[in-house]
């Protein structure tokens, strides 16, 4: 995944009243998210195991299959780096001392729809 996302442009995004620049890569087991404010950089790299387990936490109401939850996640955050927004999508970030939370509210089949990213800072060789 990590080498997958070299080739990905960086997209401007605002969260709020702040500006980042990101780039992401997902698969149907997978994703890589890397997230920067020119002073710092975050990422979160997270396998089938992960997001399993984090859906169920965030998403009771939702019994989806790791790949379609993956197309979901990846298509909102599509959206997002290209600048498309959507009145159902939210996002938000929060900076903590250890790192960066992006949460994504949304709706899946007329569900509530929810992701929480937890980036951590990125190591110098993947910056």
Known sequence: LESSLLTQPWSSVCLGESAFLAKAHFRDTGYILLISDLSSVWYESADGEVVGQRSKELNKRLTVHVSSFLRRLCKL???????????????????????????????????????????????VEMV
Do not use: I, M
């Open 77 to 123: 955050v599509c959206n997002l780096l290209e600048g498309q927004s959507n009145a159902a999508t939210s996002f938000s970030c929060h900076r903590t001392a250890g790192g960066l939370s992006l949460h994504v509210k949304s709706e899946l089949s007329g569900l509530p729809f929810y992701w929480d990213f937890h980036c951590c800072p990125a190591p």
